[in-house]
């Protein structure tokens, strides 16, 4: 319900192409949040294993609402996630470009 606030909030603030990348922002948050969560519960049911970083403290609050987990499992799956997701954002960046230019040299 906060986010959709912020995001009516925002919205008239920012220009409707600023607006996407904005939600595309939380919606990456959301799916950090979801693999770290489904991580820890096959963790907990047994289907996979549990390699817990002792040096790295996360407090309870980030536990909790972001699902944050000293494991190298959640992490290691929640940064794929968001480089897969941020890879594909600025991959279709790049070639949206490259299709303009090329579209000014042939028109050239």
Do not use: D
Request: hydrophobic share 55%; net charge positive; glycine share 6%.
């Amino acid at each position: 319900m906060i986010v959709g606030v912020l995001t009516f909030l925002a919205q008239r603030r920012l220009p409707h192409k600023k607006m996407l990348v904005f939600t595309g922002a939380l919606l990456v948050i959301v799916l950090a949040v979801m693999v770290g969560e489904t991580i820890q519960e096959m963790q907990l049911a047994g289907w996979m294993s549990t390699t817990t970083i002792s040096n790295l403290y996360i407090p309870n609050w980030g536990q909790v609402w972001f699902c944050i987990f000293p494991t190298v499992e959640t992490l290691s799956f929640q940064a794929l996630a968001v480089i897969y997701v941020l890879g594909s954002y600025f991959a279709q960046r790049y070639i949206t470009k490259r299709k303009a230019i090329k579209k000014k040299l042939i028109a050239a």
